[in-house]
């Protein structure tokens, strides 16, 4: 995988498109992670609670995020096919923890659901307070996602490369 890198950070737009999706995917992190301390909030105000731990989380699934960008826009050069879908996929796995645990997100879809099948209200289900509590797995499948998508265009990358 470093020689991949090699070839992919040598060709400039792809370190271009690699280091503004690092920054953007940082920034989003930063910001979305922290949500389960501040209610649901999502914005500025977040920063304030974030925690070491939480920094780590976000610089390495934006670090996975902007090689693999990188790695997809060198082989996109190179006429490898895109295809991407597990960085995306590890991508949404990861805020969706963040955005459903505690905002009110989740309980506004339930009730739309309930307004229109009634026996979905009664259901009861603490899908809120699952998330919470596993919070730290469904990370590790986030990322877990998120390297597997990155091993897959670093290979593409190196089969184009030849």
Known sequence: MPVAIRFALADR???????????IGLGFYLLVLPAT??????GLVSLRFLTLGEVGL????????????????????QGAPATSGKTILGAIVAIVPTLLCCSPILPLGIAAIASVVPAAGTLGLPIQGFIATHEAWIYAIAIAFMAWGFYANARRALYCAC
Do not use: E, N, Q, S
């Open 13 to 23: 737009r792809a370190r271009v498109w690699g280091a503004a999706t690092f920054l």
């Open 58 to 77: 976000a610089l390495i699934m934006a670090t996975l995020l902007g090689l693999t960008t990188a790695l997809g826009i060198y082989g996109l050069r």
């Open 37 to 42: 301390d501040t209610g649901g909030a999502i």
